[in-house]
């Protein structure tokens, strides 16, 4: 597994741990724990998405910038393939 798939793990578990607590609130909404714990999870899903999206770019299109076309001037996949079977 890559860096770059274990971070997006960590993000999904941390967004699974939020939407289960959200879930617990609707029926327990006094429960400060449980309050305590989704500001937890919240702060630290988006410290995990900050450190994604510094390093490989955005997870959605509403955090994309302004330059609509940057994606172009990137290597496709393929061509990322044959540079790495060219240096094998």
């Known amino acids: 597994m890559t860096e ?3 971070l997006l793990r960590k993000i999904g578990a941390c967004q ?3 939407w289960e607590l959200k879930i617990f609130l609707d029926t327990h909404p006094n429960d400060c724990g449980a309050m305590k714990r989704l500001a937890e999870y919240q702060k630290q899903t988006q ?4 450190q994604y999206e510094e390093t ?3 997870l959605n299109i509403s955090e994309a910038t302004a330059n609509r076309v940057a994606w172009v001037q990137e290597p496709w996949p393929w061509e990322i393939q044959a540079e790495r079977e060219e240096k094998s």
């Open 4 to 6: 770059q798939q274990r």
């Open 56 to 58: 490989y770019g955005p």
């Open 47 to 50: 410290e995990l998405i900050s």
């Open 16 to 18: 699974f741990a939020m």
